[in-house]
């Protein structure tokens, strides 16, 4: 049991301050809106993703003095380009 200021919150694994049947009610009336933006956000994703490699690549490539990769293998493929 969970209590806070003389009031229990929680009592055999079960929170007894919410109603959960609402909540999920609630979630699943809004999954449609955000499975919509989350494929609308992936969508954008894929049309970067050449660009930002592109980048990432040339910058990976450029001598910034010091060695910021990881191990010796994220440095053997950061000068490959494969990193």
């Given amino acids: 049991m969970t209590m806070v ?5 929680v009592e055999n694994g079960r929170v007894l301050t919410l109603d ?5 009610k609630e979630v699943r009336d809004l999954m449609p809106f955000y499975r ?8 954008a994703t894929r049309r970067l993703e050449l660009y930002y490699r592109e980048m990432y690549l040339k910058f990976a490539a450029t001598d910034v003095g010091m060695n910021r990769w990881v191990g010796e ?4 493929q950061a000068k490959q380009g494969h990193a």
Wanted: hydrophobic share 30%; no cysteine.
């Fill in 5 to 9: 200021a003389r009031k229990v919150l």
């Fill in 20 to 24: 959960e049947e609402s909540i999920k």
């Fill in 36 to 43: 919509n933006e989350i494929k609308k956000t992936h969508l």
């Fill in 73 to 76: 293998e994220w440095n053997r």
